[in-house]
T-cell receptor
Framework: TAGITQAPTSQILAAGRSMTLRCTQDMRHNAMYWYRQDLGLGLRLIHYSNTAGTTGKGEVPDGYSVSRANTDDFPLTLASAVPSQTSVYFC?????????????FGPGTRLTVL | GQNIDQPTEMTATEGAIVQINCTYQTSGFNGLFWYQQHAGEAPTFLSYNVLDGLEEKGRFSSFLSRSKGYSYLLLKELQMKDSASYLCAVFDSNYQLIWGAGTKLIIKP
C-alpha cells in the first residue's frame, strides 16, 4: 500500500513562475491537508479539504490554491512563486473531518524559490 | 491566540530516560497527539491522549493533564534511532490540529 505520495520530491523554481505540487492517497480518506514546515515554526496549515468537492483555508493560505475533484487527489498550486514560499510542503490525510483521527503524511516536497 | 510550547532542543544519553514537555493554550480541546519526525522525513504518529493520565506504548509513554494544559512524552531505554524531532499537536474545538514547533532530541552514545 502506497499511502500518500507526493511529487516532485524537490524543485527549484524561479520567482514569478507557477507550479503545482501533486498529492495522491489510496486510503480512501475523506479529509486531506496541505502544510508547510519551516525551521522553528513547525507545521502550518495552508489549505484543507473535508471531502471531495470542498476546500477551506488554513492558517497561511495566501499565494496558494487547491482543488479536490475526487477523493484521491489534492493538488496545491502556487500561481506566482515568491522566495518566502521556499519551504518543505507536506500533504496529509485522515479519515473524517470533525472527528479525532490520526493524520498520515506524505514524504514531502522540498521547494526552493529563487 | 492559540499556542503550543515545547523545548527547542534536548540532549540525552543512549540507554537513559528523557521527558519532553508540551504546554498548550487552545480554543477548546479534543485530544493531543505526539508525532515523531526523523530529519528529512515525514511526521509519523506516536500517541494520542484525550483523557487525563498516562498512556503507555512500549518504550514510549504519553501523559496528559487537561486542567494544567500540559502533556509530556517519556522515552525509556533510549536508542540512537530515537534521535528525531518530536511534535506535539492539539485538536481544538473546531477539530483543527494545532502544531507545536517540535523538540529536536539528540541522543549521545
Amino acid at each position: 500500500t502506497a499511502g500518500i505520495t507526493q511529487a516532485p520530491t524537490s524543485q527549484i523554481l524561479a520567482a514569478g513562475r507557477s507550479m503545482t505540487l501533486r498529492c495522491t492517497q489510496d486510503m480512501r480518506h475523506n479529509a486531506m491537508y496541505w502544510y508547510r514546515q519551516d525551521l522553528g515554526l513547525g507545521l502550518r496549515l495552508i489549505h484543507y479539504s473535508n471531502t471531495a468537492g470542498t476546500t477551506g483555508k488554513g492558517e497561511v493560505p495566501d499565494g496558494y490554491s487547491v482543488s479536490r475533484a475526487n477523493t484521491d487527489d489534492f493538488p496545491l498550486t502556487l500561481a506566482s512563486a515568491v522566495p518566502s514560499q521556499t519551504s518543505v510542503y507536506f500533504c496529509a490525510s485522515s479519515g473524517d473531518a470533525g472527528e479525532v483521527n490520526e493524520q498520515f503524511f506524505g514524504p514531502g516536497t522540498r521547494l526552493t524559490v529563487l | 491566540g492559540q499556542n503550543i510550547d515545547q523545548p527547542t532542543e534536548m540532549t540525552a544519553t543512549e540507554g537513559a530516560i528523557v521527558q519532553i514537555n508540551c504546554t498548550y493554550q487552545t480554543s477548546g480541546f479534543n485530544g493531543l497527539f505526539w508525532y515523531q519526525q526523523h530529519a528529512g522525513e515525514a511526521p509519523t504518529f506516536l500517541s494520542y491522549n484525550v483523557l487525563d493520565g498516562l498512556e503507555e506504548k512500549g518504550r514510549f509513554s504519553s501523559f496528559l493533564s487537561r486542567s494544567k494544559g500540559y502533556s509530556y512524552l517519556l522515552l525509556k531505554e533510549l536508542q540512537m534511532k530515537d534521535s528525531a524531532s518530536y511534535l506535539c499537536a492539539v485538536f481544538d474545538s473546531n477539530y483543527q490540529l494545532i502544531w507545536g514547533a517540535g523538540t529536536k532530541l539528540i541522543i549521545k552514545p
